[in-house]
């Protein structure tokens, strides 16, 4: 009698599981961008979904449960998806099946319902194109498993509730402040060439690659040939609530064969070599020549001195300096393979993660050559937004976008 009443209770719960109402896939739009291909799905209403990638081909696996489509999908194959296949399985998972060219790890996404969808779910296919590095094309800043072992992620709703509205979610704020600038040139080339200029045509191009990112937004300290002090350029990332402060320089030393790029942080006991000793003093002297004097205990700098014992900021900003030497590394010389500190004052928020990158040494002829190059700026600024992203990928502050994408059930 019991196994009967398992039986019947069996078929009961399957049929209700199969007859419930599906939500419908009423269509699939792909946009083809420069830098990605993104492929947006409408949705009848709310449903739950999971993502997982295999290997050998490399394939990008999305189920929507209890999901089916009355429209013939179609989906151009265009770099980075070289395949496509769907079915729906007798379970009620509608499985799409991405065949890709490369390793990079697609984006999934919610997108805010609009008037005519309830649930809208976007996957943004990351691309290699012609004018991509050869360093870019291996892969080798965003590890894969290699394993064939399927690695799903958890299922998760698929629609915005009440609570979980765009309001409630933000960008990672990152603030990109190309040093020096107007009165101040900076270091000098052999060649003539200015610091102020380079670190600003890098900064530029790092704040579009970091702002081509979902969930990224970054905000430079100048746009242009004009000076700022260091408190001007810490005001303005407190200002803009920045989740990190990163400075770019290109410097000079004694030595003209010394080169490579340098990652530093700000230390709380000293620096960390002769180099940053050095260097630490020659770019705070600079806020001197704006006719500033940083010992005149303003409240800024009187909260920062107090918050230096905050280690954790450090802690976080050595963290993300070493993601930068390992994105850096394969397009760059590096000065040092690990990350420098020194008492840089424009490092000194209590509680921005921040970082100053050397991108070379100008005194180096041949350094400077390549820091000329608008070919290397830009590669040189990609790996930097590389290794910001592989951090905030795995750190991301609470009230952001990618925080909600990463942690919470991910809704359309």
């Given at each position: 009698?019991?196994?009967i009443f398992?039986?019947?209770?069996?078929?009961?719960?399957?049929?209700?599981?199969v007859?419930?109402?599906?939500i419908?896939?009423?269509?699939?739009?792909?946009?083809?961008?420069?830098q990605d291909m993104?492929?947006t799905?409408?949705?009848?209403?709310?449903?739950?979904y999971?993502t997982?990638?295999?290997?050998n081909p490399?394939r990008?696996?999305?189920?929507?449960?209890?999901t089916?489509t009355?429209?013939?999908l179609q989906?151009?194959?265009r770099n980075p998806?070289?395949d496509f296949?769907?079915a729906?399985?007798r379970?009620?998972?509608?499985r799409m099946v991405?065949?890709l060219?490369?390793?990079f790890?697609?984006?999934?996404?919610?997108?805010?319902?609009?008037q005519f969808?309830q649930a809208?779910?976007?996957?943004?296919?990351?691309r290699?194109s012609?004018?991509?590095p050869s360093?870019l094309?291996?892969n080798?800043f965003?590890?894969q498993?290699?394993s064939?072992?399927?690695?799903a992620?958890?299922?998760?709703?698929?629609?915005?509730t009440?609570?979980e509205?765009s309001?409630?979610?933000r960008?990672?704020i990152?603030?990109?402040?190309p040093?020096?600038?107007?009165k101040?040139?900076?270091?000098?080339?052999?060649?003539?060439?200015?610091?102020?200029?380079?670190?600003?045509?890098i900064?530029?191009k790092l704040q579009?690659?970091i702002?081509?990112?979902?969930?990224?937004?970054?905000?430079?300290t100048r746009t242009?040939?004009?000076?700022?002090?260091?408190?001007?350029?810490?005001?303005?990332?407190?200002?803009d609530?920045?989740?990190m402060?990163?400075?770019?320089?290109?410097d000079?030393?004694?030595n003209?064969t010394?080169?490579?790029?340098?990652v530093?942080a700000?230390?709380?006991?000293?620096?960390?070599?002769?180099?940053a000793r050095w260097?630490?003093?020659?770019?705070n002297?600079?806020e001197?020549m704006?006719?500033?004097?940083?010992?005149?205990?303003?409240h800024l700098l009187?909260?920062v001195?107090i918050?230096?014992?905050?280690?954790?900021t450090i802690?976080?900003?050595?963290?993300?300096g070493n993601d930068l030497?390992?994105t850096i590394k394969?397009?760059?010389?590096l000065h040092?393979?690990?990350v420098e500190?020194a008492?840089f004052?424009v490092?000194?928020s209590p509680?921005?993660?921040?970082?100053?990158v050397?991108?070379?040494?100008?005194?180096n002829p041949?350094e400077?050559?390549k820091?000329?190059?608008?070919t290397?700026?830009?590669k040189?600024?990609?790996?930097?937004?590389?290794?910001?992203?592989?951090y905030?990928s795995t750190?991301?502050p609470?009230?952001?976008?990618l925080s909600?994408w990463?942690?919470?059930?991910?809704?359309?």
């Amino acid at each position: 009698m019991k196994r009967i009443f398992f039986v019947a209770l069996t078929i009961f719960l399957f049929s209700f599981s199969v007859f419930a109402k599906p939500i419908i896939l009423r269509d699939m739009r792909v946009q083809n961008l420069s830098q990605d291909m993104r492929a947006t799905l409408y949705l009848s209403s709310s449903t739950q979904y999971r993502t997982f990638t295999l290997h050998n081909p490399t394939r990008f696996v999305v189920d929507l449960k209890n999901t089916r489509t009355y429209r013939r999908l179609q989906f151009p194959l265009r770099n980075p998806v070289v395949d496509f296949k769907y079915a729906t399985h007798r379970d009620g998972i509608f499985r799409m099946v991405f065949g890709l060219n490369n390793r990079f790890t697609p984006i999934v996404h919610t997108l805010p319902p609009d008037q005519f969808h309830q649930a809208r779910l976007q996957i943004i296919f990351p691309r290699l194109s012609s004018s991509t590095p050869s360093w870019l094309k291996h892969n080798v800043f965003l590890p894969q498993k290699t394993s064939k072992n399927i690695t799903a992620e958890p299922i998760g709703k698929a629609v915005l509730t009440d609570t979980e509205n765009s309001n409630q979610h933000r960008d990672i704020i990152i603030v990109v402040d190309p040093g020096h600038g107007g009165k101040d040139p900076g270091a000098t080339g052999p060649g003539g060439t200015h610091e102020k200029t380079i670190v600003l045509s890098i900064s530029k191009k790092l704040q579009r690659w970091i702002d081509e990112q979902p969930g990224y937004r970054a905000l430079l300290t100048r746009t242009g040939d004009y000076y700022l002090t260091l408190r001007q350029r810490l005001r303005i990332a407190r200002k803009d609530k920045a989740d990190m402060f990163i400075a770019i320089h290109a410097d000079t030393w004694r030595n003209r064969t010394a080169g490579g790029v340098s990652v530093f942080a700000l230390s709380q006991k000293g620096a960390t070599s002769e180099a940053a000793r050095w260097l630490a003093a020659r770019e705070n002297a600079s806020e001197l020549m704006g006719g500033v004097d940083l010992q005149d205990k303003s409240h800024l700098l009187k909260s920062v001195l107090i918050n230096l014992s905050q280690a954790a900021t450090i802690r976080s900003s050595l963290e993300i300096g070493n993601d930068l030497l390992a994105t850096i590394k394969p397009i760059a010389r590096l000065h040092h393979d690990r990350v420098e500190q020194a008492a840089f004052v424009v490092l000194k928020s209590p509680d921005i993660p921040s970082l100053l990158v050397e991108t070379g040494f100008l005194s180096n002829p041949n350094e400077e050559r390549k820091l000329r190059s608008q070919t290397y700026q830009n590669k040189l600024a990609y790996a930097i937004m590389l290794g910001i992203r592989h951090y905030f990928s795995t750190h991301p502050p609470r009230d952001t976008w990618l925080s909600y994408w990463r942690h919470h059930p991910r809704n359309t």
